[in-house]
């Protein structure tokens, strides 16, 4: 089992991201449109739905995706904390961030906030699953070996909701 989680986060890491870039948003609308982006979060394809609320942190938001796309993860991860400024609770910017930590060896933060995006995360089990595989990932680069057995039990609990 712990194979195939880790052949799910390494997909994950490989593909990283593809089709997140959102809905395009007319400028000259006065309120925030909803941006739809989709995330996906296994080898299986599995996307989680996410709307931005706010035009602000759905451009942001594009341009992490660009920077981090050609592989400017200090970039992204900068452009991720100006809209996580905007918007603090939103779950998926979190667990976006915690993806780069992870992927820029800071095994700590990635853990930590794939944590927060866990604590804003009502019902999105998908989105818990994908938290729990990078505190997993995050675990063991450490050497946790405990750590990580429990995070990979967590995400098992995500991965085939009751």
Same mark, same amino acid.
């Given at each position: &089992?712990?194979?195939?989680?880790?052949?799910?986060?390494? *997909? *994950?890491?490989?593909?990283?991201?593809? @089709?997140?870039?959102?809905?395009?948003?007319? /400028? !000259?609308?006065?309120?925030?449109?909803?941006?739809?982006?989709?995330?996906?979060?296994? !080898?299986?394809?599995?996307? %989680?739905?996410?709307?931005?609320?706010?035009?602000?942190?759905?451009? %942001?938001?594009?341009?992490?995706?660009?920077?981090?796309?050609?592989?400017?993860?200090?970039?992204?991860?900068? *452009?991720?904390?100006?809209?996580?400024?905007? !918007?603090?609770?939103?779950?998926?910017? #979190?667990?976006?961030?915690?993806?780069? &930590?992870?992927?820029?060896?800071?095994?700590?933060?990635?853990?930590? +906030?794939?944590?927060?995006?866990? !604590?804003?995360? /009502?019902?999105?089990?998908?989105? /818990? +699953?994908?938290? #729990?595989? %990078? %505190?997993?990932?995050?675990?063991?680069?450490? @050497?946790?070996?405990? @750590?990580?057995? /429990?995070?990979? &039990?967590?995400?098992?609990? +995500?991965?085939?909701?009751?």
């Amino acid at each position: &089992m712990r194979f195939l989680y880790l052949t799910g986060l390494m *997909l *994950l890491v490989a593909v990283g991201f593809t @089709g997140c870039g959102g809905t395009p948003v007319e /400028k !000259a609308k006065p309120t925030p449109v909803p941006v739809q982006s989709s995330v996906p979060v296994s !080898a299986k394809g599995e996307r %989680i739905r996410h709307s931005l609320q706010s035009r602000e942190v759905a451009e %942001i938001w594009n341009a992490a995706e660009e920077a981090r796309s050609v592989g400017e993860y200090e970039k992204a991860a900068d *452009l991720l904390k100006s809209a996580l400024q905007q !918007a603090p609770e939103d779950a998926a910017l #979190w667990s976006r961030l915690a993806e780069l &930590m992870l992927r820029t060896d800071q095994d700590v933060l990635a853990e930590n +906030y794939a944590a927060k995006s866990n !604590a804003f995360t /009502k019902d999105n089990t998908a989105l /818990k +699953y994908r938290n #729990w595989l %990078i %505190i997993y990932h995050a675990r063991d680069k450490r @050497g946790d070996s405990v @750590g990580a057995r /429990k995070a990979e &039990m967590r995400a098992a609990e +995500y991965r085939y909701p009751r």
